[in-house]
């Protein structure tokens, strides 16, 4: 193993992983904080150095049509997007999980308007949950370099669409030192393009036209039934590449959950920031954390085998997002999850919605509005206000 | 407690003024020098002329913080002409500010007496090496080469092989940045 470290940012690291990955289609729309993104690849493809196509389009409505024409095909495809341009292809996700093709997508995490904003709200993101698409939050650029080549070969084993998400500008563009992996390293982690085609000229047919609620309810299921082979498949694959690159990577990321009283749950980079703080808020109390890594599927056995401790009394569970009137949506997702398990702490909302920056200042502040919350008090603790 | 090494730096500057390109740069150097660096711009649409910032932090350990840098240790401002306000806000007691200025800090001098200014004519001496766009002195290099010297963080050939690798006029680059570190002083206000 020849290690190259080199100092890039989350989105130059991205673009690096799906060359090495020998995408053969690559179709985008630019759009703040992604346009650097898709500017490398574009570059690295008019300068002969990108091994497949790339297509420019006018919106991300086109990019994503273009994309999962080229799946059915067969072909490795890639595109990524933000915030607007995201929800723009929202009615193309659905048919890219129904028609089970495994495109990867990148999704650099930005507030959708209005008002307009550059903040790294995870609203994005998470507004599409419900579309089939498995997503995976990256907390460094390591991690997203890592993550884009995972989910290439997760996308393809489980024949599901899978989206890599990463906070705008806080990841995209942060430089940092990367170990970046070689061809040859690549190649032995995932299998050559392309896939089986869907459809071929020498037979023409037509698919996935109209039909009644007997087939439908049959491909919603095997989707389903799909997504709840992901954890498992993940964890395979995760050894597999630790086994290639050295580096591990689960499903989720824990700390000190063996002693600690108070838990800390987050995704994407607050989740490193969180950790990083963990050492200066040791005092009496001993603190845990939890890095959300898969959100969908949501790796259940994982959550609750991990909350299950009887040490464990409170979990503070931080979102950049938020569902109006209801909550943070990592936070709702997890209070369901622990209904009727062993786990018998409280459950407590940090909201940062809006992109609020966590800083010790801020969390402290939090953990002390934690401390003398009451029953019948506002469920939520919102950073903005303290 | 975080590593005891961790450094915090901002950067003051104006769009094209390459403030994001000189925290980036020292980035490098820090990594050159075995350091974990993190160097990010300020969230926002980049336009020429308007105030931006950009952060700089580096330590031995990998862990740290990804919030912007509220309570840097340095703070390095490269437009004289933006007001204080802007930028003297949350420096470290005992923290340093750099400045793109002569060493008669004139109107700054009472604002800024409680803290450690270091002063550099980055803005002269870039001017004198042709380093011009838009009418506007390519300061970065100079600064750059200020901030390495009073950061003590390397010898001036690590910033030297850094500008030749990524600059591509890198000859003027490096002959004013070795200015930078050689010229840099403090002022006493």
Known sequence: ?386 | MFSKDLREIRFHGRGGQGAVLSATLAAEVAFRMGYYPQAFPFFGAERRGAPVMAFLRYSSSFLMPRSRIYNPDYIVVFDPELPWETFREGLKEGGVILVNANSDLGLWSKELSNCKVHSIDASRIAAGAGLISSGMPLVSSVMLGALVKILEIAPFHILEECLERKIPQWEKNISVARRGFLEVKEVRS
């Open chain 1, 1 to 386: 193993m020849i290690l190259v470290t080199k100092l890039m940012n989350g989105n130059e690291a991205a673009a690096l992983a799906v060359k090495l990955c020998k995408a053969q289609v690559v179709c985008a729309y630019p759009i703040t904080p992604q346009t650097s993104l898709v500017e490398n690849i574009a570059e690295m493809w008019a300068t002969g150095n990108f091994p497949g196509e790339y297509i420019s389009v006018e919106s991300e409505y086109s990019a994503l049509s273009y994309v999962v024409g080229a799946a059915y095909a067969g072909a490795r495809t890639f595109t990524a997007t933000s915030s607007q341009g995201l929800a723009y292809m929202h009615e193309l996700l659905h048919w890219a999980s129904g028609a089970r093709l495994p495109i990867v997508l990148v999704n650099v995490n930005r507030a959708l308007g209005a008002p307009w904003s550059l903040e790294p709200d995870q609203g994005d993101s998470l507004s599409q949950r419900d579309t089939g698409w498995i997503q995976l939050y990256c907390s460094n650029v390591q991690e997203i370099m890592d993550t884009v080549i995972l989910a290439f070969r997760l996308a393809e084993e489980a024949r599901t669409p899978c989206m890599v998400v990463y906070d705008g500008f806080t990841l995209s563009h942060t430089y940092e030192v990367v170990d970046f992996p070689n061809q040859e390293e690549v190649d032995q982690f995932l299998s050559p393009p392309p896939q089986e085609a869907l459809f071929h000229p020498s037979r023409p047919e037509t698919i996935q036209s109209v039909t009644d609620y007997r087939y439908l309810a049959r491909v919603v299921q095997a989707g389903h039934r799909a997504m709840l082979q992901v954890p498992d498949a993940l964890k395979k694959i995760g050894r597999s590449f630790s086994r290639i690159f050295g580096r591990d990577y689960f499903l989720l990321k824990e700390t000190g959950l063996e002693e600690a009283k108070t838990v800390f749950v987050a995704t994407g980079a607050i989740a490193q920031t969180v950790e990083s703080f963990l050492p200066l808020l040791d005092g009496e109390e001993v603190f845990g954390y939890l890095q959300l890594k898969l959100f969908r599927p949501l790796p259940e056995k994982e959550i609750i085998t991990a909350f299950s401790r009887e040490n464990i009394e409170k979990l503070i569970i931080i979102d950049r997002n938020l569902s109006r009137g209801m909550g943070g949506i990592f936070a709702q997702e997890i209070r369901a999850l622990l209904q009727g398990t062993a786990f018998r702490g409280k459950i407590f909302e940090l909201n940062l919605a809006g992109g609020i920056d966590l800083t010790l200042e801020l969390l402290q502040r939090g953990m002390a509005k934690v401390a003398e919350q009451k029953d019948g008090d506002e469920k939520i603790i919102w950073g903005v206000d303290l």
